[in-house]
Structures are given as C-alpha cells and as structure tokens.
C-alpha cells in the first residue's frame, strides 16, 4: 500500500506528457532565441517557478499558494510592470523627493529597487504576488515567499517571457 501511494505522489508532481512537451517546446524555443534572455517556468505539477536563461537554471523558488481562476494547461504570458505600496510620488515634482519612491528610512535616506511586497503584473492578466500580501479574488496568480519575490523582480524586464504549466483538475 506505501509503495502504491509513494508511485501515485511521483506520477502526480510530473505533468502528463503531451502537455510537458508544449512546454518544453516553447522553452526550447525561447532558449536557442537567446541564451543571455531570462524567462520564467512556472510548474504547477511540481510547485516550482523557475528563473531561466538559455535552458540554464538559475534561480527556483518554491510556489506557495495558487488561484483557481489559473487557465488550463500550459500558457504563455509577458511580464509588463511591477506594482508595488512604494509608488513615485507626482506631487513633489522639483522637490528633494520628488519622483521618488516612498517611504523613506528613519535616516531620510531612499529604499529604492524591488521590496518583498511588489506585485508582478503579466499581460494577458496574471500577478506573481508575496506571500506577505492579501490574494487578489479574481486576478489569476501565484504567490511565493517575499524573498524569492524580490529576487524574481530584480531579475526580470517588461517584456520578460513566462510559462504556466497549470493543474488540469484544479
């Protein structure tokens, strides 16, 4: 009986095989495109969001948490923008702060750069959030831990390529 439900784990955290290959097909796909180009694998099966470059890995962060409104299958979407609580602000435009991000440290000195409460933005509609964060009702998304969020979001440009490998009987 333990045998049988170790096999039936390791048959459910791999993907069926027509839909793994649709995956690797665009992979492979992007990675003879350009070999310095990073792109994300998001593995629903294995519960992985892999960072990738050329076929290479360089970065995987464990999957948390995923929404049910996630398409089927495998998918394809385009990193557009990151949202984050800290937004430059408009109002202080020729000032010492303006167009700078808020808030600032006890020092006065600027937190700029990625934080672990950003939110990746995919087109068409997709967010990559923090755990740290209430989960959007309606947005399709993952979350993974803020650190792992943060490092993702340094790595990544608009316009940054990344495949949903979806849970079919979710």
Same mark, same amino acid.
């Given at each position: 009986?333990?045998?049988?439900?170790?096999?039936? =784990?390791?048959?459910?955290?791999?993907?069926?095989?027509?839909?793994?290959?649709?995956?690797? $097909?665009?992979?492979?796909?992007? =990675?003879?495109?350009?070999?310095?180009?990073?792109?994300?694998?998001?593995?629903?099966?294995?519960?992985?969001?892999?960072?990738?470059?050329?076929?290479?890995?360089?970065?995987?962060? $464990?999957?948390?948490?995923?929404?049910?409104?996630?398409?089927?299958?495998?998918? /394809?979407?385009?990193?557009?923008?990151?949202?984050?609580?800290? /937004?430059?602000?408009?109002?202080?435009?020729?000032?010492?702060?303006?167009?700078? $991000?808020?808030?600032?440290?006890? /020092?006065?000195?600027?937190?700029?750069?990625?934080?672990?409460?950003? $939110?990746?933005?995919?087109?068409?509609?997709?967010?990559?959030?923090?755990?740290?964060?209430?989960?959007?009702?309606?947005?399709?998304?993952?979350? /993974?831990?803020?650190?792992?969020?943060?490092?993702?979001?340094?790595?990544?440009?608009?316009?940054?390529?990344?495949?949903?490998?979806?849970?079919?009987?979710?």
């Amino acid at each position: 009986m333990a045998l049988f439900l170790l096999l039936s =784990a390791l048959v459910s955290a791999t993907p069926p095989p027509g839909v793994e290959q649709k995956a690797l $097909r665009q992979e492979l796909q992007w =990675a003879k495109a350009s070999e310095e180009r990073y792109y994300l694998v998001l593995d629903l099966y294995r519960g992985n969001l892999d960072l990738k470059a050329g076929g290479r890995l360089l970065m995987r962060a $464990r999957i948390q948490d995923y929404s049910e409104t996630l398409p089927a299958e495998v998918s /394809v979407f385009t990193f557009t923008e990151s949202w984050s609580p800290n /937004v430059p602000t408009e109002s202080h435009r020729g000032h010492r702060l303006g167009n700078r $991000r808020l808030p600032l440290d006890f /020092v006065g000195r600027l937190i700029e750069g990625p934080t672990t409460h950003d $939110r990746l933005l995919f087109a068409p509609p997709f967010l990559i959030a923090s755990d740290h964060l209430p989960r959007p009702r309606q947005t399709p998304h993952v979350t /993974v831990s803020g650190k792992d969020l943060k490092s993702i979001s340094a790595a990544i440009e608009a316009g940054t390529q990344a495949i949903l490998i979806a849970l079919d009987e979710r």
